[in-house]
């Protein structure tokens, strides 16, 4: 069972930055994949950005250029740093961790899909 625990979020005016984490419980962070999603009101749950255990990152072409994740396998977290934030990014940031292709010694199976509770970011304008 892992445990994502998200911090960061808040209120910044358009243009501005901020910074969200998130922190994994466990001993099997550094082959997992995490991934960045967010969630607007009245909208579906998309992928803003991901990172592989071999640190290959992805980004959706909304945030390109001003997001960047980053992951710290010695503290089992994972980073959004956002820049030039418009209002269109207001949303709840939600972090995912996926287990599914890593093998589990101890529980004798593979992994599976995380999420945590997710941190507010509103972008005014």
């Known amino acids: 069972q892992v445990q994502l625990v998200e911090s960061g979020g808040g209120l910044v005016q358009a243009g501005g930055s901020l910074n969200v984490s998130c922190v994994a419980s466990g001993d099997l962070f550094s082959p997992m994949k995490m991934s960045w999603y967010r969630q607007a009101p009245g909208t579906q749950r998309e992928l803003v950005a991901s990172i592989s255990s071999s640190r290959e990152t992805a980004y959706s072409d909304s945030v390109k250029g001003r997001f960047t994740i980053a992951r710290d396998n010695a503290k089992s977290m994972v980073h959004l740093q956002m820049n030039n934030l418009k209002p269109e990014d207001s949303a709840v940031y939600y972090c995912?961790?996926?287990?599914?292709?890593?093998?589990?010694?101890?529980?004798?199976?593979?992994?599976?899909?995380?999420w945590g509770q997710g941190t507010q970011v509103t972008v005014s304008s």
């Open positions: 995912h961790a996926d287990l599914r292709k890593v093998w589990d010694y101890v529980t004798g199976s593979y992994g599976g899909e995380y």
